[in-house]
């Protein structure tokens, strides 16, 4: 039973951007239509909310965005929404407008300020997961994540080639403060000799102890993946002058992926799944639920309670690490 109450339904986008918003964004305004309610499109995320910087979106507002990264929309932080009184201006802009719910697309923080909004003022809210971390409880995959392996493995593909050349030890950083799945998942996928998580804490000595096997099974050049909230050092340069020094006859270098993980068209699952959840977002909100998330789960698409939402416990993939392991020989 559709909730016909819910006549406008506003989007946003907060906190990282991720490839893939911009189709979510799209998927989001286009199921309105379908559905003949309004969609208005909140520009800077919770600041937009609370400035009232608004725009209604159809579906030709939204052509030509599904292969673009970043979202149109803009992202920015806000901490004034954290206050009572920057929130209570919020829900003033939004009544303003006439806005009966609201699909915010981010990540943890982004989700803790919807819970807060729609417990404070018993607002339907629904949120779709956008983060390239791909660390947020209850979905398998979060939009953005697939693109930013891809963009990782091409990108140390081509540092190979350069390793190769020089015989050299490249020690690249990738996006993952609290998690190591693009790490992992990268490492495995472009071949590296070793992959560094904050998951687990390989150590300065094993980390050497691997290293010098390499260089004594013959291999000319090794990369490592670092994730960048590993704790091996205290830092990526750190740790880079630490094997200089105690392996001398490695040449090192660093690279340090930073944004570009963040940047480019997203990967055609992206573009699916993004599809797909703005689809759901939609739809969820019409069945008058809310304080949730929709998700993918076995290819299949779920509502989750924010409740139950929140980053992952680094959980790690042993299997996946076993198979490292075992290919890096």
Request: charged share 25%.
């Amino acid at each position: 039973m559709k909730n016909r109450a819910i006549q406008k339904i506003g989007v946003l986008t907060s906190g990282g951007d991720s490839p893939g918003m911009n189709a979510a964004i799209r998927a989001v305004v286009r199921a309105c239509a379908y559905q003949e309610i309004k969609c208005i499109g909140v520009y800077r995320g919770y600041q937009g909310l609370i400035e009232g910087d608004f725009i209604e979106l159809g579906p030709r507002s939204v052509r030509n965005i599904i292969n673009k990264g970043g979202t149109f929309l803009k992202s920015a932080r806000s901490d004034a929404f954290r206050t009572k009184e920057g929130m209570q201006e919020a829900i003033v802009q939004i009544r303003n407008v006439g806005m009966d719910a609201l699909v915010v697309i981010g990540g943890d923080g982004s989700f803790k300020g919807a819970t807060a909004l729609a417990l404070e003022y018993d607002f339907p809210v629904i949120g779709i997961p956008g983060t390239i971390d791909n660390d947020i409880e209850g979905t398998d995959f979060t939009i953005g994540y697939d693109t930013a392996l891809n963009t990782v493995v091409e990108a140390i593909d081509k540092i190979r080639d350069t390793a190769s050349s020089h015989n050299r030890l490249f020690l690249i950083e990738v996006m993952g403060r609290d998690a190591g799945d693009i790490a992992l998942n990268a490492g495995v996928g472009a071949g590296a000799e070793e992959i560094l998580i904050p998951e687990e804490d390989l150590g300065r000595e094993r980390l050497l102890e691997k290293l010098a096997a390499s260089k004594k099974s013959g291999k000319t050049s090794s990369i490592v993946v670092v994730a960048e909230g590993d704790q091996i050092g205290k830092n990526i340069f750190g740790l880079a002058d630490y094997i200089n020094e105690t392996l001398p006859e490695y040449d090192v270098r660093v690279t340090v992926l930073g944004h570009i993980q963040r940047g480019g068209s997203p990967s055609c699952y992206d573009r699916v799944l993004a599809s797909r959840l703005g689809v759901a977002a939609v739809d969820a909100l019409l069945e008058g639920k809310t304080r949730s998330m929709v998700a993918i789960r076995s290819n299949t698409v779920i509502t989750v309670p924010f409740k139950e939402v929140e980053k992952r416990d680094r959980k790690v993939d042993f299997e996946l690490i076993r198979v490292s392991e075992i290919v890096s020989i």
